[in-house]
């Protein structure tokens, strides 16, 4: 990821440290995440992505070279997620698709590194364990079987700081954030 990062920033003529700048995270962190010796967290991520003018899933779906047909295979799904956060895109390749769909999985106390914020809405559904959701500086204790659905405009988070994995399903517009 490390090198595909450094890649696009060259394209764009940025230096590591005005891509700092322009995403809020510091030259060090840029210069470790480009030589693969951090993995950013999603928010992190998508922070540097923003600036890069990407978006989160598309980076990753071009990495994979995406996937064409109506089945998808478990070990096809595109992981967006690190730092204990799984976040596998479900993606068949289809660059007009409307709708994202992800089977996300949150280790014990993991969050997703920050707030995420990008045009558009999300549901989801809590299957197994429980989960923090913070938005719009609100926090939502989710429970299994508990869904919700927020307008991902507004700076979003999941945490789980109970000792058991949480799993959720969720769908999202627009299909690339």
Do not use: W
Not at 83 to 112: C, I, W
């Amino acid at each position: 990821m490390g090198a595909r990062l450094a890649a696009v920033r060259h394209q764009l003529g940025l230096s590591q440290r005005r891509a700092a700048e322009l995403s809020g995270l510091t030259h060090g962190a840029i210069c470790m995440i480009e030589q693969d010796k951090v993995s950013p967290s999603v928010a992190s991520l998508q922070k540097l992505l923003t600036v890069y003018g990407l978006p989160l899933s598309r980076f990753f779906a071009e990495e994979e070279g995406g996937v064409t047909g109506v089945v998808i295979k478990a070990e096809q799904l595109i992981e967006l997620g690190s730092q204990g956060v799984s976040m596998k895109l479900v993606h068949n390749g289809n660059k007009r698709r409307q709708l994202g769909f992800m089977l996300e999985s949150y280790a014990p106390g993991t969050d997703t590194g920050g707030h995420v914020k990008h045009q558009g809405e999300e549901v989801g559904t809590v299957l197994e364990g429980s989960v923090i959701l913070t938005i719009a500086g609100q926090s939502y204790p989710l429970e299994a079987g508990d869904c919700y659905v927020i307008d991902t405009g507004e700076p979003h988070r999941f945490s789980n700081p109970s000792q058991q994995t949480c799993r959720i399903v969720s769908a999202h517009t627009p299909a690339s954030f």
